[in-house]
């Protein structure tokens, strides 16, 4: 029953803006824990932002300074903003959580990714 659906991807100029969601719903005990991954062509999937200990966030060093993660946990969204693109943040991007359910102990889930292409 859960579903992570992401939204906000799109295509936008170097030095633009985007700002993408990721909507939970299911029979949500638990998140205990949501973050960003990404894939860009020809290359692996590489983390973006995650959780870290103690409350903190972990950013790859590539997006410091450009992208923010925020969380909305009455409506259990996770947000991802991003200014100042590159033509490298070209990807599709991934919410990934870990979840417990009402039927099942925590699991990580995936969304279906959405596309960001940056043009120079």
């Known amino acids: 029953q859960v579903q992570l659906v992401e939204s906000g991807g799109g295509l936008v100029q170097a030095g633009g803006s985007l700002r993408l969601s990721c909507a939970v719903s299911g029979s949500i005990i638990a998140i205990n824990a949501m973050g960003w991954y990404r894939q860009a062509p020809g290359k692996q999937r590489e983390l973006v932002v995650q959780?870290?200990?103690?409350?903190?966030?972990e950013y790859a060093d590539s997006v410091k300074g450009r992208f923010t993660i925020s969380r909305d946990n009455v409506r259990n969204t996770l947000y991802l903003q991003m200014d100042s693109l590159k033509p490298e943040d070209t990807a599709v991007y991934y919410c990934?959580?870990?979840?417990?359910?009402?039927?099942?102990?925590?699991?990580?889930?995936w969304g279906q990714g959405t596309q960001v292409t940056v043009s120079s």
């Open positions: 990934n959580a870990k979840i417990r359910t009402l039927f099942i102990g925590e699991r990580e889930y």
């Open positions: 959780p870290a200990g103690g409350g903190g966030t």
